[in-house]
């Protein structure tokens, strides 16, 4: 019985990605214990249901940036498309356009971003790096010219079921916000572990070259996930709107790093071909769990960066070394 226990055990760390996963999420139950310790109120229901609501617009880019990063690649224009996403939606609406219209619209521009950003690094073989810091810019532009370089008045009486079904709606007890979350985790996890997508995402990150010549449609394959990556960015632009209520030009900013760090903290590696959108879940609740801890304990703002960005530096550093098997060398001066 035992060795069957050992064995059901090996088998499960064995699952790709699994073994890091299994340990910030340690991390995770640690850091949730000291802040409930430093501040009981950190587990209050109404604390806890707004930390999900918190978590859950950082899990969606996440997950975009997942899918890209596992091919090998990194989407830069994440935080700009979810900026055009707000911007759009709300300039639409305010000026009288229906809702249901003005999302699909969106749907359309941040789609035509993520096909564009697939063409150019598989078809074009430009640096990912390089083509989505062309389009981050593209985008953020357009999400100022969109209103003439304001934000948008309020979207108004008219788009309160949009506010209510993306943001301040519940569903027993849970905003919509995490239940739209949830979904779109299950649908996009599904398509990455269990479908023919998902395995050719991780042959291309895993060697381009042996995954074409095994048949592989490397530019399809890219451009479905920088493709996913816009719908996310696209749905969290709604989000974002729903929540204020009106266009921001500046939303998204920092949301790359967002979503980089919510990737790399569960796992996924930023040499390819490895990491679970089930580990993304972790990175993204560590990173909410910090920024609401560290706020509770009265942390200022510029600690919390800090702290989060020396997370997401050693979380890279341990997978180079894992992923190569070496330590980085000091160079030795002559």
Not at 48 to 74: C, D, H
Not at 204 to 222: E, F, P
């Amino acid at each position: 019985m035992e060795k069957k226990k050992n064995g059901i055990v090996k088998k499960f760390l064995s699952i790709r990605g699994m073994g890091q996963v299994v340990t910030v999420t340690i991390g995770l139950i640690i850091m949730c214990v000291i802040f409930g310790i430093l501040s009981p109120s950190f587990f209050s229901g109404r604390n806890v249901g707004n930390l999900l609501r918190q978590i859950a617009p950082i899990l969606l880019v996440g997950i975009g940036q997942s899918y890209v990063m596992i091919t090998g690649n990194i989407d830069l224009s994440i935080g700009s498309v979810l900026g055009m996403s707000c911007m759009i939606s709300a300039t639409l609406m305010t000026k009288g356009i229906s809702p249901t219209v003005a999302v699909f619209i969106t749907l359309a521009a941040c789609l035509a971003v993520g096909l564009i950003n697939g063409l150019l690094v598989a078809q074009f073989h430009l640096p990912a790096f390089i083509a989505t810091l062309g389009t981050m810019q593209t985008a953020r532009g357009i999400a100022q010219i969109v209103n003439n370089n304001y934000n948008t008045d309020a979207i108004g009486k008219a788009a309160q079921g949009f506010r209510d079904f993306f943001y301040y709606g519940k569903l027993l007890g849970i905003y919509n916000t995490v239940w739209i979350t949830l979904v779109l985790f299950l649908v996009f996890n599904f398509l990455l572990s269990k479908t023919r997508t998902g395995r050719h995402i991780y042959a291309v990150g895993s060697n381009i070259d042996a995954a074409g010549l095994s048949g592989v449609n490397v530019v399809a394959t890219t451009v479905k996930a920088y493709l996913v990556s816009s719908f996310c960015a696209f749905t969290v632009g709604l989000i974002t709107c729903a929540t204020a209520g009106m266009g921001t030009m500046d939303a998204g900013n920092m949301y790359e790093m967002y979503a980089v760090a919510a990737s790399v903290i569960g796992g996924v590696s930023t040499l390819g071909g490895q990491g679970i959108l089930v580990g993304t879940i972790i990175g993204a609740a560590i990173w909410g769990v910090l920024q609401n801890g560290l706020q509770f304990a009265g942390a200022p703002v510029a600690m919390r960066n800090i702290v989060i960005g020396v997370i997401v530096v050693v979380s890279v550093l341990l997978d180079v070394i894992i992923r190569t098997g070496r330590k980085p060398k000091l160079k030795k001066s002559n």
